[in-house]
């Protein structure tokens, strides 16, 4: 199966997750050897995806762990116990 | 998951409880075991609270509401599923719910964009691709993009796109999460992951070169 760069684009998701047919796989993997953009699409996509999963770009905010449990302090201060 | 496994204790110390004994204790009067029940889920509610929210201070508003709801309903929680996955779609109500209370923008453009169809969607064509390492994330610069491009994405997207790239779940995790089907949560991943291939793939590769020349 030849496949043409907007084919391939739509798999490079399924791609990444390892979530194609073998054929279709192979075919995707054809055309990303032969064309350097859409190799560099898929490498873009995966480099943006290996960075965006890193603890260091979504941290919490400084200060949330001790907001949330004084919160939670002050709060079930009042409150009634939880009951079954 | 083991740090709530039960090890022989010491006389002194607090000891590792189960969930279930926590729950219990908890129920049974110990409010202050409470936050360490959530203490291990903060980074997935806030994520949670923050892919519908975008705003870190509405996030997080958000998760002491909904720990407070938790813990007003811990009662009810039968141990069916985890905790933090209870803990995780209380979270997600509420930010939906805040969201809707508050909603005066417009849906956002790139949605009609790519609802038109994706047939003609065209990611950033690159001749080349260098790689970006993860050190770089020391800069502020790179954080602060792939944020912003995060941000920029539809809400049905970002929500997809946080729980499956960012918080790693899979696709069945997310499929329950978000109450939509399997097949929904691979089309709006891969409409996500491209939209956000598009939006940071040219700047990044500018800012790497301008960091390797520099």
């Avoid at chain 1, 919490?60 to 939670?72: D, N, Q, W």
């Amino acid at each position: 199966m030849v496949l043409d760069c907007k084919h391939v684009w739509r798999q490079i998701s399924n791609y990444i997750d390892r979530d194609l047919d073998p054929s279709v796989r192979a075919s995707v993997e054809e055309h990303l050897a032969n064309c350097r953009h859409c190799a560099a699409i898929l490498d873009s996509t995966h480099n943006i995806l290996y960075l965006i999963a890193d603890e260091r770009t979504f941290t919490l905010p400084i200060g949330f762990s001790e907001r949330l449990r004084a919160r939670l302090e002050s709060e079930l201060e009042k409150s009634e116990p939880a009951s079954r | 998951m083991n740090y709530y496994e039960t090890q022989s204790s010491t006389t002194t110390g607090p000891q590792p409880l189960t969930e279930a004994e926590m729950i219990s204790r908890i129920l049974a009067g110990e409010r202050d075991l409470f936050y360490d029940l959530i203490k291990p889920c903060e980074r997935a509610v806030f994520l949670t609270a923050y892919s519908v929210l975008k705003s870190e201070a509405d996030a997080e508003e958000v998760v002491q509401e909904a720990a407070l709801k938790a813990y007003k309903a811990l009662g009810s929680f039968r141990g069916e599923a985890k905790f933090s996955t209870w803990l995780v779609k209380i979270t997600l109500n509420e930010a939906r719910m805040k969201l809707r209370r508050s909603r005066s923008e417009p849906e956002v453009s790139l949605e009609d964009f790519v609802d038109n169809g994706d047939s003609d969607y065209t990611p950033a064509v690159l001749t080349d691709w260098r790689e970006i390492p993860s050190e770089s994330l020391e800069r502020k610069e790179l954080r602060e993009t792939l944020r912003r491009a995060v941000n920029e994405l539809p809400e049905k997207y970002r929500e997809v796109l946080i729980s499956r790239d960012v918080r790693e779940m899979n696709i069945a995790e997310t499929a329950e999460l978000l109450g939509i089907s399997e097949g929904m949560v691979k089309t709006r991943l891969f409409r996500a992951r491209l939209m956000m291939q598009k939006i940071v793939a040219p700047e990044l590769r500018a800012q790497g070169k301008r960091y390797t020349k520099g």
